[in-house]
Nanobody, 121 residues
Framework: QVQLVESGGGLVQPGGSLRLSCAAS????????MAWYRQAPGKERELVAR???????NYAFSVKGRFTISRDNAKNTVDLQMNSLSPEDMAVYYC???????????????WGKGTLVTVSS
């Protein structure tokens, strides 16, 4: 089994910064894409940022230039640096990973339980 555990959420003032981290553990052979999604109250879950194993990234238009996704393949972690936060960024943020886990040789989709980001003065 594979577990994804997020950390780093919390309360921040508008204009502030937060860094989210996600660590994958379990019988991991390798991890392909990793990503951060978010879901605000009453809205559908949306992709925030995605990073391939090789480091290629793509971002939602609303966060481009403010958020940066990074990963450490050796540690099976993915981070999301969030700057210039606004109330529109307030949501539960979920970590996602496409993990090749023993005994399989293809990837499956795994999600963390989410971490709440609150942007308020």
């Amino acid at each position: 089994q594979v577990q994804l555990v997020e950390s780093g959420g919390g309360l921040v003032q508008p204009g502030g910064s937060l860094r989210l981290s996600c660590a994958a553990s379990g019988s991991i052979r390798s991890i392909n894409a990793m990503a951060w999604y978010r879901q605000a109250p009453g809205k559908e879950r949306e992709l925030v940022a995605r990073i391939s194993r090789g480091g290629d990234t793509n971002y939602a238009f609303s966060v481009k230039g403010r958020f940066t996704i990074s990963r450490d393949n050796a540690k099976n972690t993915v981070d999301l640096q969030m700057n210039s936060l606004s109330p529109e960024d307030m949501a539960v943020y979920y970590c996602y990973a496409a993990v090749v886990a023993a005994p399989y040789y293809y990837d499956n989709h795994y999600w963390g339980k989410g971490t709440l980001v609150t942007v308020s003065s």
